[in-house]
C-alpha cells in the first residue's frame, strides 16, 4: 500500500468522496472513513453553533475575527472582543483599546520585565506617577 503522501491528488471532488480519519489519536488510534459530505455537515454545524452564540461574528480564511457586538472566548470569559475594535483581557483586568492603549486596572497586578539576569520585577505606579520595581 502506497504512503498517504504517494497518492495522487484529486482533480474532481464529490460529496461521496471518502477521507481518511484517525479517532482519538492521543489515546487508541482507530482508522476510520468519513465522506466529505458528513465533514461538511459537521462545519457547517460547527459554524451556526459559533454563530449563534457570537451575533454578527464572522471569521474569515485568515482567522481575523470581524463583529458588530462583542465576543467572549473561553469560560469567565476570559478574553473579551469588542465592537469598536478593543478586547479586554482577565474579565476586564487588562484592557487593550483599538488604538493600542493597553490599560491594567487592577493595582496588584502590571507588566513584568526579565533582567539579564532572569529576575523578574514588575512595574508599580504611585499615586504621583513615580514609577518603581518590586520583584514578581
Known amino acids: ?60 480564511a485568515a482567522g481575523n475575527i470581524s463583529t458588530n457586538s462583542a465576543v467572549d472566548v473561553g469560560s469567565g470569559p476570559n478574553i ?14 487588562v484592557t487593550i483599546s483599538a488604538t493600542g492603549d493597553v490599560e491594567i486596572t487592577d493595582t496588584t497586578k502590571g507588566p513584568i520585565i526579565k533582567s539579564p539576569d532572569g529576575t523578574r520585577y514588575r512595574i508599580k505606579v504611585a499615586n504621583g506617577g513615580a514609577l518603581s520595581t518590586v520583584a514578581a
Open 80 to 93: 473579551s472582543l469588542l465592537a469598536d475594535g478593543s478586547a479586554s483581557l482577565a474579565n476586564g483586568v
Open 1 to 60: 500500500m502506497p504512503k498517504f503522501t504517494d497518492l495522487p491528488v484529486s482533480v474532481a471532488t464529490h460529496t461521496t468522496d471518502l477521507l481518511a480519519k484517525v479517532n482519538d489519536p492521543s489515546g487508541v488510534p482507530v482508522s476510520q472513513k468519513l465522506t466529505l459530505a458528513q465533514l461538511v455537515t459537521f462545519l457547517q454545524t460547527a459554524m451556526a453553533s459559533f454563530q449563534t452564540a457570537s451575533t454578527n461574528t464572522t471569521i474569515d
